[in-house]
């Protein structure tokens, strides 16, 4: 694999650099990097992390750096997915970091921009882009979650005309791992609309406001002692009609354009702990010239530049709409999470027995929080074990899973 910069991409990468030199500083790798504090217990230490957040991305935005492979018709840079990986490897070096927000546009954003009207599009991708306003997802429920289309939240239309003449549907039901519900202004929803097709053809794609009556967030307190995921109650929600995404009853088809995005972001994720982090740590603990930690890093090292080029070619199928090279996108996220498993391990051996302690560890126990948070990665956007089922399935051809309900209507299903 060639990991050098074309002449075009070493000009962009020069321009990255002078950018982030001018608005930010170089990680220093230790609890001194505010980027790093979205794992904080700390209510306060949180919520400026967060407004650090909404700051940087609206910096970004108004800088031109904000969405760099969205079409400029959206708001975007008009880059190609290279340029956006050369931005995030850069981006990495420095104390900065738009936190969820990135995962947020990187599942509503391509999404909109594929299957939304032009008004919907005018209305949400700007804001989602600047990071003024801030979206969950509402996938996943307690008996739909790999197999999520069998999910059963209901969406039936109003008997009576909503306010404007629109018509409305009105939404029951209930959403579970719902990360970051409790800061976001919008949700991306999918729900059943008509129960007596097959379970993949009776599904409508939604955009609810989290503000409206009769929706109840309760939080999630994890292992970490955090809540970033999210139980959600929906009690005759009412969304308006033109709030569909798609067509009614296509749900599933628009759905699929967010998983894909989805395995791709979360393989992007852990910008708080790249290599040089570990690097750092193991230079501060003097163990640089052990012989089998100087091993060990090079194997992270080395699977931090083939995401690099996973990351790569998964961007531009997903932006070229080939779904068959998308699939790199199941393959990027089962490297990633045991990529991730392997580079927090090597941390916390480095730390040596103050690895076993949490809080009196270094940073407040932050290596420790990476370590358990690498289970959330392998389980959340799809299990690593679904995606190798895609993989099997449809890159190997391998007999499909079987299943007794993919052609029955799913009023007729068993369910838990």
Known sequence: MDFDDTADLAEFRAEVRE???????????????????????????????????????????REGWAGITWPVAFGGRGGTPAQQVVFNQELARYDATSGFITAAQALVGPTLMRHGTPDQQARYLGPLLSGEEWWCQLFSEPGAGSDLASLSTRAERSPATGSGGRGEW??????????????ADFGILVARTDPNVPKHEGLTF????????????????????????????????????????????????????????ESSMISGAGQAT??????????????????????????????????????????????????????????LKNFFTRAFQRRVG??????????????????????????????ASRIGGGTDEVHRNNLGEQALGLPREPSTDREVPWSATTRA
């Open 19 to 61: 950018f982030l030199d001018q608005h930010a500083t170089l990680r220093r790798g230790d609890d001194s990097d505010w980027s790093r504090h979205g794992a904080s217990t700390d209510e306060e230490v949180a919520a400026e992390y967060r407004f650090r957040c909404r700051e940087w991305q609206a910096l970004m935005f």
């Open 170 to 183: 009105i939404v029951n039901g209930q959403k579970v791992w719902t990360s970051n519900a409790q800061f």
């Open 206 to 261: 939604f955009i609810v406001d989290m503000q409206s009556p009769g929706i109840e967030i309760r939080p999630l307190i994890q292992a970490q002692g955090v809540a970033h995921f999210n139980e959600v109650f929906l009690t005759d929600v009412r969304i308006p009609a033109d709030h569909v995404v798609g067509d009614v009853g296509d749900g599933w088809r628009v759905a699929r354009t967010t998983l894909r995005s």
């Open 274 to 331: 790249p290599f040089g982090a570990v690097l750092e740590l193991a230079r501060r603990r003097g163990v640089t010239s052990d012989a089998v930690i100087r091993q060990r890093l090079a194997g992270v090292y080395a699977d931090e530049l083939v995401l690099r080029w996973m990351g790569w070619r998964t961007q531009t199928a997903v932006m070229q709409g080939r779904h068959d090279l998308a699939l790199h996108g199941s393959l």
């Open 346 to 375: 090597l941390a916390l051996d480095i730390e040596g027995p103050e690895g076993m302690l949490w809080a009196d560890a270094e940073g407040d126990g932050f290596w420790q929080y990476q370590f358990i948070n690498q289970f």
